[in-house]
């Protein structure tokens, strides 16, 4: 988006939900979790009336040494997020927010 003098304009947009998302299931540990097999301690601790199985998880690449693991994977129910990311368009930033 270009902002008022034809530059790039960015912008944070923070949703507040009072409920109805669990973001443990829109962005997953998937695979190359420095040594550790994170998704197998995901599949333990949410259990499988929770958790996501791989076949459910739109895998995203993370630059090299930037995060705990090189691959996520996001919800197949928010395929335009994965998009944005792909993109360049979208961050993902964890653990803000009111703690209301």
């Given amino acids: 988006?270009?902002?008022?003098?034809?530059?790039?304009?960015?912008?944070?947009?923070?949703?507040?939900?009072?409920?109805?998302?669990?973001?443990?299931?829109?962005?997953?540990?998937y695979d190359q979790c420095d040594g550790v097999t994170s998704y197998d301690e995901y599949l333990r601790v949410r259990t499988a009336s929770v958790s996501l199985t791989r076949d459910e998880l739109l895998p995203i690449n993370v630059p090299p040494g930037t995060q705990h693991c090189d691959m996520f994977g996001v919800t197949y129910l928010l395929p335009s997020v994965k998009e944005m990311y792909d993109d360049g368009d979208l961050a993902f930033i964890a653990n803000i927010g009111p703690l209301i």
């Fill in 1 to 29: 988006t270009l902002g008022q003098n034809g530059e790039d304009y960015k912008a944070i947009i923070y949703l507040y939900l009072n409920g109805g998302l669990d973001s443990w299931n829109v962005l997953v540990p």
